[in-house]
């Protein structure tokens, strides 16, 4: 669901509102689109490129922009939250957060050990993330053909020193292992990955079977 909300305001500096960046994909999909000047707001009505109006009236929020302006009922944008003088129904006016006193409060969280730490047998800690390509686990990212393209497989990312100390050359194949099972996955040396005393790979494959390792139920 994409909605269309009246412009607040004007970004700052080169930054391009999100439906200019959508409408700037158009020519990718097939579709012909004349990105809409910053003056003209965020408002599928004022894109003047069929792409843009084919972007607007082939999304169900496309459909509802029409039925709400048809009607005459704008929508007034999301208010800011936590800036001085804003309302908020918890706070009533005593503050900007959302406690009855409008303070912000800290809870002291008492400190825990992992349940798990590297020792002799496993020195290695394994940590995950997504690729810059992917959006969060890759769902609906590793659908699109030329974003697979630029990270197609999962790898296990480490230092160059790990590397030369485990004797691994990049795009070995190698086993990450836990004391719950094990995975193959190819070496990416790598110096971006800075931390010499972990590998990491990537939670946007879904052949990983990071599963088998990291599970622990």
Not at 65 to 86: D, K
Not at 88 to 112: E, I, M, R, S, T
Not at 126 to 143: A, H, K, P, Y
Request: charged share 20%; proline share 11%.
């Amino acid at each position: 669901m994409v909605s269309w909300n009246a412009l607040l305001q004007l970004p700052p500096g080169r930054v391009e509102q999100r439906c200019n960046v959508s409408v700037s994909g158009l020519p990718a999909l097939g579709h012909s689109a004349d990105t809409p000047s910053t003056a003209a707001g965020s408002r599928a009505r004022d894109f003047p490129g069929p792409g843009a109006r084919h972007l607007a009236d082939g999304t169900p929020a496309g459909a509802y922009h029409r039925r709400a302006h048809a009607s005459g009922w704008g929508h007034p944008g999301t208010p800011r939250l936590f800036e001085p003088g804003s309302w908020n129904p918890v706070a009533k006016g005593a503050g900007p957060f959302y406690f009855p006193d409008g303070k912000a409060h800290f809870n002291v969280a008492p400190y825990a050990p992992p349940t798990e730490d590297v020792d002799a047998e496993y020195p290695l800690m394994l940590t995950t993330g997504r690729v810059v390509s992917m959006f969060l686990s890759g769902n609906q990212t590793r659908r699109i053909g030329p974003l697979v393209d630029q990270y197609p497989e999962p790898l296990v990312e480490m230092h160059p020193s790990l590397a030369r100390r485990l004797g691994i050359a990049d795009r070995d194949s190698v086993a990450v292992e836990s004391r719950r099972g094990h995975v193959v996955l190819r070496a990416l040396c790598c110096v971006r990955w800075w931390w010499p005393p972990s590998v990491r790979t990537s939670s946007s494959c879904p052949i990983t079977g990071l599963g088998r390792v990291a599970s622990t139920g």
